[in-house]
């Protein structure tokens, strides 16, 4: 799947498989010097030097299972309360005087704050390894940005939610300490490498599996924008990029391949199946074809490229056959545990 014509044919497909999101402008670049004005039933203590939040709040709590808290959160960015799922480690409390290393587990385009856990052992994996996840909602096709909005920014602000607000409320009240890691599924991959470059030095560690690495490679474009344009009738396909040529900029802002340079320091770990098809892990009740596989094969090879250009390392798993399924995702997420451990602790 090389031509720009094979991306678009196979659109129907990417979507149902949630591959959707898209990036934002630069002039969204979030600070994290803001007032902190966020409170919660659970923490009270202040980690020094910790990031703060914007106008963000804990107005729920619920616990759903052991070590792990369902949050609300009343966000200003996004002009709504989201949920958050987070699992604390062995010996966490609210009053805990020690921080601990964070895992962010982004998902795809078509799920929620909860994919994760429904379908993933990492909870499992987490209790091993003494570590934080945070699950945050990112939107059906959210995009792990904020918004354009024709230069007028606002809600959705995906990035400042999450970046700036929650990682505030994470710091500040629930102990989460400088040593982050970042990954994620399908769109989550993309968020995952966008999170990571966009903020160099802020994730050690960012894995992407079967997520889209490119924003402007041929085809791309027509992809992401005509999916937009299929969420609704109430959906601007502009308001999220702006045009990828009249708003190329702000396109480029937020192109993995774009900006690559700003993962020099961070461990690298990209999967993705060579042929988007019917694999080894799959049920027999599997399609025999998977376009959205092959798209995100077709959109990880300019952004490895680049990667080598710049020589940045990055460890690859570039599996002969699969489904863009979560069977696949989980075997993933198992092989590159160890070398997000390392990254964290090294």
Request: glycine share 10%.
């Amino acid at each position: 799947m090389h031509t720009r014509r094979a991306v678009v044919v196979s659109l129907g497909t990417v979507l149902a498989g949630g591959l959707l999101t898209a990036p934002a402008p630069a002039s969204t670049q979030v600070s994290a010097s803001t007032q902190v004005s966020a409170s919660t039933r659970v923490g009270t203590s202040t980690q020094a030097g910790a990031s703060t939040q914007v106008g963000a709040k804990v107005v729920g709590e619920k616990k759903v299972g052991p070590r792990m808290y369902d949050l609300s959160i009343a966000s200003k960015a996004m002009n709504r309360t989201l949920k958050v799922r987070l699992i604390v480690p062995k010996g966490w409390t609210a009053r805990a005087k020690r921080t601990w290393p964070t895992v962010w587990a982004l998902h795809g385009g078509n799920a929620h704050y909860n994919a994760w856990t429904a379908n993933t052992d990492i909870a499992k994996l987490a209790a091993k390894s003494q570590v934080m996840v945070v699950m945050p909602e990112g939107g059906f096709a959210g995009g792990y940005t904020d918004w354009w909005n024709y230069g007028r920014g606002g809600s959705p602000a995906w990035e400042t939610f999450h970046l700036t607000e929650l990682r505030g409320i994470l710091e500040k009240r629930y102990h989460a300490g400088p040593r982050r890691a970042v990954l994620g599924q399908s769109s989550g991959g993309y968020g995952a490498m966008i999170y990571a470059a966009r903020h160099p030095g802020m994730f050690r560690f960012a894995g992407s599996y079967s997520g889209f690495l490119s924003t402007l490679s041929g085809g791309a474009p027509d992809v992401l924008m005509t999916g937009l344009s299929g969420l609704g009738p109430f959906t601007d396909k502009y308001a999220m990029w702006g045009h990828p040529i009249f708003q190329h900029g702000v396109w480029a802002a937020h192109d993995p391949v774009a900006r690559a340079s700003g993962l020099r320091r961070t461990k690298l770990y990209v999967s993705v199946a060579k042929k988007g098809a019917k694999g080894p892990l799959d049920k027999k009740t599997a399609q025999a074809a998977d376009p959205a596989e092959a798209f995100c094969w077709y959109t990880a090879q300019p952004f490895l490229k680049r990667l080598k250009q710049l020589s940045i390392p990055v460890q690859t798993h570039l599996y002969p056959v699969g489904t863009h399924s979560w069977v696949y995702w989980q075997r993933e997420l198992h092989l590159s545990w160890p070398v997000m451990m390392k990254a964290l602790r090294s």
